[in-house]
């Protein structure tokens, strides 16, 4: 157990459907992570928050929407989905963004299924 | 940009063997962090090994260690007595602004 939590563990979804992804973490850090995981493929980063703000967004389609009310908990809305959107979707958080010394613990991640 | 290599898709070990994973990064940084991680079929990513970029020392957490060529761009993993527990994917990871993974070494511990 590494103190961040994802659920659901796992999501089927229609293109039209809208959803969203939870994540909390237990540890006090200031900053939190959502990577997009498809296999074969090295984790790709899409966004940063660090203390609410979003300090990073890599280019993301639009049709995925990060939401970060407070330090603790981390959503990512998803709205008219592609099947190539289909990965495992993971969180993470550390203590603080940027600095290289800073641990990132995940969750166990969403295992989404876009039809 | 940096990038992250991971040569090795799959690897098998017979357990209480050992076993070495390779990474190769790219980067014009001089002060970064590297690190493996372990993804066990669980999914949970657990951090396995951090090294410091400055330190020339190799870092060791019990049964794993690290092989660190600075100059060579390298960072190599290699795991003792190996367990059955140990049987994951495997990432190598590279920290200075953000973090870059590598596309990850599946790893079977055989009885």
């Known amino acids: 157990e590494t103190g961040v939590t994802q659920t659901p563990r796992h999501l089927v979804m229609g293109m039209t459907n809208k959803k969203s992804l939870k994540c909390e973490q237990h540890?006090?850090?200031?900053?939190m992570y959502w990577y997009k995981q498809s296999a074969k493929k090295p984790l790709e980063l899409m966004f940063v928050?660090?203390?609410?703000?979003?300090?990073e967004n890599n280019s993301v389609p639009s049709r995925f929407s990060p939401e970060c009310p407070n330090s603790s908990h981390l959503f990512l809305h998803l709205h008219t989905l592609q099947p190539e959107d289909s990965a495992l979707y993971l969180c993470?958080?550390?203590?603080?963004?940027?600095?290289?010394?800073?641990?990132?613990?995940f969750g166990a991640g969403t295992r989404l299924s876009v039809l | 940009a940096q990038t992250v290599t991971q040569s090795q898709p799959e690897m098998s070990v017979q357990e209480a063997e050992t076993v070495t994973l390779s990474c190769t990064y790219d980067?014009?940084?001089?002060?970064?962090?590297l690190f493996w991680y372990k993804q066990p079929p669980s999914r949970q990513m657990i951090l396995v090994i951090r090294?410091?970029?400055?330190?020339?020392q190799n870092a060791t957490e019990n049964r794993f260690s690290v092989n660190f060529q600075k100059a060579a761009k390298s960072f190599s993993l290699k795991i003792s007595d190996s367990q059955l527990g140990d049987t994951a994917m495997y990432f190598c990871?590279?920290?200075?602004?953000?973090?870059?993974f590598g596309a990850g070494t599946r790893l079977t511990v055989k009885p």
């Open positions: 990871a590279f920290m200075s602004f953000d973090m870059r």
């Open positions: 928050y660090s203390l609410e703000e979003r300090v």
């Open positions: 993470a958080s550390s203590q603080d963004p940027g600095l290289a010394k800073n641990i990132q613990y």
């Open positions: 090294q410091e970029a400055y330190k020339q």
């Open positions: 980067t014009s940084e001089n002060n970064y962090y």
């Open positions: 540890l006090g850090h200031n900053a």
